[in-house]
């Protein structure tokens, strides 16, 4: 499997919820995670994020992406992902009830590969943003 077949596999799984037992196997047992957002603080596995996305679509649970572009850097080992992502609140478990809200928000997947996998992946995303068309922030 090539990284950019691996980078797909993991972002597919990912993005629809599937959690960390359909993610595991396209990461290193240790991938580490990094996001410069307040709702991803303290979020600092791959393994801890993928639950986290799992959980997102039950208060979401149209959530779905619209993948924008997908690049592989052979030399340095990463793979991009730019979509965006597209949902309605209308389920349970979010901050505060169902708001009805919509949201379609802009992120990236920069994931870096060790040995085949993906070791590290930085999410870049404007929580703030998201958050408020959801009615949460």
């Known amino acids: 499997m090539t990284m950019t077949d691996t980078a797909h596999a993991f972002f597919e799984a990912c993005e629809t919820g ?7 196997a396209h990461c290193t047992a240790d ?33 779905r992406y619209e993948l924008k572009g997908f690049a592989t850097d052979e030399d340095r080992g990463v793979v991009l992902a730019f979509a965006v ?28 590969f060790a040995g085949g996998k993906i070791a590290h992946m930085t999410k870049i995303w404007n929580d703030g943003h998201a958050l408020a068309q959801l009615g949460w922030a």
């Open 85 to 112: 992502f597209h949902g309605t609140q209308t389920g349970p478990g979010g901050p505060v009830p169902a708001t009805g809200a919509t949201v379609a928000s802009d992120y990236v997947y920069a994931m870096e």
């Open 31 to 63: 991938a580490s995670f990094s996001c410069q957002s307040g709702a991803l603080a303290d979020t600092h596995t791959l393994a801890a994020y993928a639950e986290w996305m799992k959980g997102l679509l039950t208060p979401v649970p149209d959530g």
């Open 18 to 24: 599937q959690g960390w037992d359909a993610c595991a």
